[in-house]
C-alpha cells in the first residue's frame, strides 16, 4: 500500500437520480458492479444461480488498474492484506530451470503506476466482494436464475426460483447482465440483432493445480520456489505455465496451458475431469522443477477448455447492459478478465455520477469501455500464439527479444511489455468517464448560444441519434488530439461561416456533426485525414439520413 497515489477527485460523487438496478451474477463482475453502485445511492438487487457462493478457484491476479478501483471502492486494504505481492517474473524455457529473462512487478510498478499489484485466491477476493456489497446494502439472493429479459429490453427479468420452483417477473430502472461467459441474456440480445452466440474453441485448455505447501516439505527445489515471492512463467511448443505462490505462501498456484483435446473442439465443453497421465505426457520434457509440482498433483484434476466469442455488435439495449465475461471474455495470457470487469462496473457507476438519463449513461459506458476490452480481449489471443511458438527460427527471434537489454517495450510477452502495461494498467477509465461528460455538457451547453445548435440537438433527439453521436465523436477527437477545445471553437466558427454559404443538407443536425468532423479533420495538426470518409460513409449508410449534400 505504500505505492498507493491516488489523485482522483471524483470518489464522493453520488448518482444524479438513485435507481432501482437489477444485477445478474454474484461474481467478481456482479459483486464489483453492486458495491460501486450502492456507494453512489442507487438500490442494488443481485440474483445468483448458485445456491450458495462458495469459497472456489485458484490464484487470481490484480494487476493495477483493478487495485486502482478497489481502493475507490474501500476494499483494497482488505484484498492486499489477503494477497501475495510478487516482486518480479521469471521467464524461463521449457526444458530448463535456467532464468532466461526477468522483469520487475512490485514495487516498480506499484510506484509508477500509483495503484499496487498482487496475487490472491479468486474466492478470498469474491469474499471480500460479498461482504463489502452486504455492508452497503445490496440484497443478493442466491439460488434465484435470471431466465430472460423483457424481449423489448426494458428492465424487466423472468426469475427463476429454485427452491419453490417459481418463477416470476420483477422490474426495475437498469438491468445488469454479469452472468458470465454463458450469459443467457447476452444470446438473447445477440438474437434480437441477429447475431449468432457461439463459443470458438481456441484449441488451448487449462489444468490449474493448488498445491498446499505440506506436499513440498521433503522438496528443496519445490520449496524454495514456494518461498519465492516470484511468478515462474515457462514457454514451450504448444503450451505455457504461470506459477506463483498464494495465501501467505501456503499454497502454489500452477496454471499449465495445452492443446485441448481432439474430441473436445467439436463439444461444447467448457469443463472436464482431466487426466495426470495425459498431464504427464505432454509436459513429459519440461523442466526438473515443473516435474516435482507435477508429481505433488491431486489424483482427480480439472481440465478448462478456453474459448472466444467474436466482438459483439452492442453491449446495450434498452435498460439492459452487459458487463464483464458476458461481454467482453478474455483468455488468461495477460491476467485482465477480472480487471476489466472492475473498469465495467466502475465506468457505468461513474457515468450513473453524471447524467439521470439511463440510456445515455449506457452509451457513456459503452464508448469508454467497449473498443479498450476488445484491444485487451485480442492482446491476450496475440500472447499465446507468443507464447506457444514451436522450436524454431520465430522461436529463436522471440528469445532474443527477450534475453537483449533495453528491448522491454517491444517484448512480444505482452503482459512484460512496457508499452502494453501503459496503455492496460496505466489508464484510469473513470476520470475517463468524466471528463468524456465534461466534454459532451460543453457541446450541450452551447444550445444557448446558438439557435442553431438548439435546433440540430433538437431534430436528432428526436430520431434518438444525437446522443450516441455525440458521445462518439467527442470520445474520438478527445482521445486524440490534446487541444480539442481550440479545434472544437475553430470548427464551430468555421461552421458559421459555411452556413452563410447557404449549403444544403438534409438536417441542420447533421450538418453540424459532419461540418465539426470535417474542419477538425482538415486541422493541420490532425493526423487521421481518412477519418472523414469514413464518418461520411457511416452517416450515408443510416437510412433516416437520406443522400447528403455534396458540398460537404
Known sequence: METLRDEFSGNGRQAVKALNVIIVGAGIAGLTAGIALARTGHCVTIFESVAEITDVGAGIQIAPNASRILHRLDVLQHVMDRATILERVSVRRYTSDEEMATFPLMPANGLKYGAPMGVIHRGDLENILLNKALELGCHIFTNHKVIAVDPEFSAR??????????????????????????????????????CKDEPIPTGDAAYRLLIPRDRALNDPLALSMLDQNVAMRYMGPG????????RDNSLYNIVLLHPAKSEVLSKDVWTSKGSREDMFKFFAGWSPAIQKWLAHADEDILEWNLYIYPDLLTWI?????????ACHPMLPYVAQGAANAMEDAAVLATALTCTSNVQLALKMYETIRKSRAEKIAASATATAKTLHLPDGPEQVARDQEL???GVAKRNPDKWSNLEWQDLTWGVDVMEMTIRLWSELAKVLSLEKCYPQIKKAYTYTLSNNISHGWLLEQLHHFWTRNAR?????????????????????????????????????????????????ASVTAQLTRLPRLGAYSRDC
Not at 416470476?168 to 458470465?180: E, K, P, R, T, Y
Not at 503450451?239 to 498464494?246: K, V
Not at 439495449?317 to 464483464?324: D, E, K, N, R, T
Open 157 to 194: 427479468v423472468r426469475v427463476h426460483q429454485g427452491k419453490t420452483d417459481a418463477k416470476f417477473w420483477l422490474s426495475a430502472d437498469l438491468v445488469i447482465a454479469a452472468d458470465g461467459i454463458k450469459s443467457n441474456i447476452r444470446r438473447q440480445m445477440m438474437n434480437s440483432e441477429s
Open 484 to 532: 480539442r477545445t481550440a479545434r472544437y471553437k475553430a470548427a464551430m466558427k468555421r461552421y458559421k461561416m459555411a452556413k452563410s454559404k447557404k449549403v444544403q443538407t438534409v438536417s441542420s443536425g447533421w450538418d453540424i456533426s459532419l461540418w465539426r468532423s470535417k474542419t477538425m479533420m482538415q486541422s493541420p495538426n490532425y493526423k487521421d485525414k481518412q477519418q472523414l
Open 403 to 405: 534475453i537483449n537489454p
Open 317 to 325: 439495449q434498452g435498460s439492459v447492459a452487459l458487463l464483464g465475461d
Open 239 to 246: 503450451g505455457h505455465i504461470m506459477a506463483y505462490p498464494i
